[in-house]
């Protein structure tokens, strides 16, 4: 095995290690934003919950003692109509007017404690922007990682030729090859001629000054 296949598998086997610890990081970054996610909705959907069965049964006081007043406003007419006692029926109206005032006071307090409770900072909404956030941070991490990726696949081929090659190029050009290509004809042209054929053969402009 050549020392670039060497090289080419050392960077793959390399590359796939740093991928599976990549994929570890992201999965466990993940797995606490999804545990976090999980405990910060279920507090808030808890939380607006037992308010929100506090208030119902406060609704349904009112409804029963709204239900309640209106018998008894309905009582107080009967006896007006039957009696014609109106000092007693004013009496009735005052004491339903009260009640109804202190249900509805009720009913105020309860839209105002769900009002206050929904607007209880972290929403639903809130939490999934702290998640968002806070996972493209985490993003910043994982970049770096992948590009460590990048790195050791593009370093896995030198693209400089192989100094094998270079060396041996070098001896055809400085080795006195040209004179030996010539023959017998030694003039300046002629060996010219020689030169530009050798350069020309391994793919070199004449003339050049590459290695």
Known sequence: MGRYERAVKSSFKQANT??????????GDLRRQEVR????VRERVNEVHGMLVEVALIQDAI????????????????????????EAMR???IDVATRLGELRQLHFD???????SLARPPNA??????????????????????REIDEVVSDSVDPNPPVEMVEIRRELDNGGYDLL??????DEESLERSRNKISELIGKKPQSNDD
């Open 91 to 93: 009496l009735s109206i």
């Open 18 to 27: 740093l991928v599976g610890g990549l994929l570890d990081i992201i999965r």
């Open 181 to 186: 290509l010539a023959g017998d004809e030694r």
């Open 63 to 86: 409804i029963a003692g709204s239900t309640e007043v209106k018998r008894e406003l309905e009582k107080a007419r009967r006896r007006l109509t039957k009696n014609g006692d109106r």
């Open 125 to 146: 909404v809130d939490i999934i922007e702290r998640m968002t956030k806070d996972i493209l941070k985490l993003s910043g991490s994982w970049e770096a990682a992948a």
């Open 110 to 116: 309860a839209v105002s404690r769900i009002q206050k």
């Open 37 to 40: 996610l999980d405990e910060e």
